[in-house]
Antibody, heavy 117, light 109 residues
């Protein structure tokens, strides 16, 4: 079955760039769908960060757009998130998702990223 | 774009039915038939339960149903079971961005 797995540093310093990668297994990203990122601060709700189409077109949350870059590497069957100039408010569990595109039908297990010096 | 409004908590006894509301605006819930619902157990990733307002993915029990009236969407869980105790989030397409509700904690008494 299709599985998504996030990877990347669990600790990032303030003002630096958060970088995460999602590896997809059981499905070729180049075959279709959007692929996205959603985050959840500890004890709080969900926030959509953005999504990328397999061909590279992107859609970002306007509240984060100036700091977010999502890219796709079809040769590795991965897509990635970069969030620049992070602060403590960016501390959250980050989930990679398959975006259908009006709903998120598959989720990774999530990875906690803490922003702290 | 403001978050959608959900009750912070609801509760029900086993076998009963509960409904969770999700109120938005004509720019999101009321403007599109793209409301989805997610179930999240503690420490776990959310799971899609309802999409396109009222459709159920394969494997989701038919005890879960969705509907919409105007700017408010609803998730109804009938025949409550202990394993239904979780947080539930609604989400709506709103052009861009996609917006989530603040989440509702369902307690099975």
């Amino acid at each position: 079955q299709v599985q998504l797995q996030e990877s990347g540093p669990g600790l990032v310093k303030p003002s630096e760039t958060l970088s995460l990668t999602c590896t997809v297994s059981g499905y070729s990203i180049s075959s279709g769908y959007y692929w996205g990122w959603i985050r959840q601060p500890p004890g709080k709700g969900l926030e959509w960060i953005g999504s990328i189409y397999h061909s590279g077109g992107t859609d970002y949350n306007p509240s984060l757009k100036s700091r977010v870059t999502i890219s796709v590497d079809t040769s590795k069957n991965q897509f990635s998130l970069k969030l620049s100039s992070v602060t403590a408010a960016d501390t959250a569990v980050y989930y990679c998702v398959r975006d259908d595109p009006w709903y998120f039908d598959l989720w990774g297990r999530g990875t906690l990223v803490t922003v702290s010096s | 774009q403001s978050a959608l409004t959900q009750p912070r908590s609801v509760s029900g006894s086993p076998g009963q039915s509960v409904t969770i509301s999700c109120t938005g605006t004509s720019s999101d819930v009321g403007g599109y038939n793209y409301v989805s619902w997610y179930q999240q157990h503690p420490g776990k990733a959310p799971k899609l339960m309802i999409y396109d307002v009222s459709k159920r993915p394969s494997g989701v029990p038919d005890r879960f149903s969705g509907s919409k009236s105007g700017n408010t969407a609803s998730l109804t869980i009938s025949g409550l079971q202990a394993e239904d105790e979780a947080d539930y989030y609604c989400c709506s397409y709103a052009g861009s961005p996609r917006v989530f509700g603040g989440g509702t904690k369902l307690t099975v008494l």
